[in-house]
Every structure is written in structure tokens, then in C-alpha cells.
């Protein structure tokens, strides 16, 4: 999300909270409550990428995190081409994905905890796919 405050919505100082705490613009700010070592229902929005991926409404992830996107960046964030596709309980953004790129998704979320050579996470297997049709 930093990333992209700074090349899409040319905010130049855009920054991360944890790692400069100090900075004018922070895309990425503490969540209101910690939810390392959490697991969470996630609602998948309708007609969207996460949703396609999971096949479902809902999903349940496992969450290492103390940090998300500021919601002051929601919809400028989303005026530039990026949507919401995933939030919890209260509304608050957990995944975000960019239509029409071969494979933009990111997740509040470590999809890769949850994932075995037998069973992988329904979106490494999705990137893995979008790469090798990207690939090829």
C-alpha cells in the first residue's frame, strides 16, 4: 500500500508507521487492536478476486500482525484503481486486489502459515497459477 500511495497517488513521503513512525503521510498505521497470533473470519466481497480464489463468502486466516492500511487511504486507495475485497468483522480492510492485473492481491494476513506441499493456501495456488499463464 505504501507503494502504491507513493507511485499511483504521487504521495512521495507516503510511509509505514512501523518503520517511520514520525512520517507526514502514513498509508500503513497501527490497527485499532493487535491480532498477532489471531484467527479471523475474513468476508469476501462479491465479483472480486479473493472471492473467485476461496470460491466462498467467508474465509478463516491466521493473522501475525499489528499494522494495516490507514483508513484515510481506503478511498483514495480505491479511487486510483485498487478495491477492497476482503474485510473482517467490523469493516476493516484485510485484503486488497488491483482488477485486471495478472496477480495483485494483498493480504493483512500470511496466507503461506497456513500452507503444506499436500493442502497449498488457496492463493499461493492462485498466484502460482497466474504465473505460469503469465509465464507462458
Do not use: K
Not at 500511495?5 to 513521503?13: C, E, G, P, Q
Not at 512501523?18 to 485499532?32: C, D, F, I, M
Not at 490507514?70 to 483514495?76: L, W
Request: glycine share 8%.
Amino acid at each position: 500500500m505504501v507503494d502504491y500511495a507513493r507511485s499511483v497517488l504521487h504521495i512521495d513521503d507516503a510511509d509505514h508507521a512501523e518503520t517511520n513512525p514520525g512520517a507526514a503521510h502514513l498509508a500503513v498505521t497501527p490497527l485499532s487492536c493487535s491480532i498477532v497470533g489471531q484467527e479471523q473470519e475474513v468476508l469476501l466481497l462479491p465479483n472480486t478476486r479473493a472471492a473467485e480464489i476461496y470460491g466462498t463468502a467467508r474465509c478463516r486466516e491466521a493473522f501475525y500482525c499489528n499494522y494495516g492500511l490507514n483508513p484515510a487511504y481506503r478511498d483514495p486507495l480505491e479511487a486510483a484503481g485498487l478495491i477492497v475485497s476482503g474485510v473482517d468483522g467490523d469493516g476493516e480492510v484485510r485484503i486488497m486486489e488491483m482488477p485486471g492485473h495478472p496477480f495483485f492481491l494483498g493480504t493483512l494476513f500470511v496466507p503461506q502459515a497456513r500452507s503444506t506441499g499436500e493442502r497449498p493456501h488457496p492463493v499461493l495456488a492462485a498466484f502460482a497459477l497466474a504465473a505460469r499463464r503469465h509465464r507462458g
